[in-house]
């Protein structure tokens, strides 16, 4: 974050305030405005206050791009978890549908099973399975639910790191078994486990092999 204007707030007090937010599990920018008036853990914090609603809005709009705060968040994501990646894992993919009441940005009436005809954000998500740990969410509009749209995700996430750093295998669920990430996974030599859809050419597939066998 860069400000021009000498009354801009500092840096450290908006991420400050951002921080002590979170962690006193506000889930709206309006909830800032009861961490105002404590000055003991913003001093702790190396902060002079904690600033407002409005400032950390302010800053987040117009000196922070998203290209550049991707790229600043994934890297701090990375530099948590990348030591403990040396050990056998599985990396799980899977997509939620988020439920939207207001007018954010990207909310679309798609997939819906939860409340059919309301606008959603779809989150497609990268973890650790077992561990649950989360390695990164995409958020993306209600009507991008297709794991077409998971795909680079994927990629992308797993190009940023060492090859030694990679999971023993990818796993999902029927909607990730398409020819295109499988075709991809073979590419990349990434042994895969996809469930797949009981579709009348499958059918005659696994019928055909269990012939074979007997």
Request: glycine fraction near 8%; charge should be positive; proline fraction near 5%.
């Amino acid at each position: 974050m860069k400000f021009t204007s000498p009354n801009a707030p500092a840096p450290r007090d908006i991420l400050g305030t951002i921080l002590l937010s979170v962690l006193a599990g506000h889930t709206r920018y309006s909830h800032m405005s009861g961490i105002r008036n404590d000055p003991v853990n913003a001093a702790l914090l190396g902060m002079k206050k904690a600033v407002s609603e409005d400032a950390v809005k302010r800053a987040l709009r117009d000196n922070l791009s998203e290209q550049a705060g991707c790229y600043w968040l994934r890297k701090t994501l990375l530099n948590t978890y990348l030591p403990i990646l040396g050990e056998g894992w599985i990396l799980d993919v899977d997509t939620t549908i988020k439920t939207l009441y207001g007018k954010q940005e990207g909310s679309i009436v798609g997939y819906n099973h939860h409340k059919p005809g309301r606008p959603s954000h779809t989150y497609h998500s990268y973890m650790i399975a077992n561990l649950r740990l989360m390695l990164d969410v995409d958020v993306h509009a209600g009507n991008e639910t297709a794991s077409k749209h998971t795909a680079p995700g994927i990629w992308s996430l797993l190009l940023q790191l060492p090859r030694s750093c990679w999971p023993a295998f990818l796993r999902g669920d029927c909607g990730f078994g398409t020819n295109q990430i499988m075709t991809e996974c073979e590419n990349l030599d990434l042994p895969y486990l996809f469930k797949l859809k009981k579709t009348k050419l499958v059918k005659e597939l696994v019928r055909r092999h269990m012939n074979q066998n007997n």
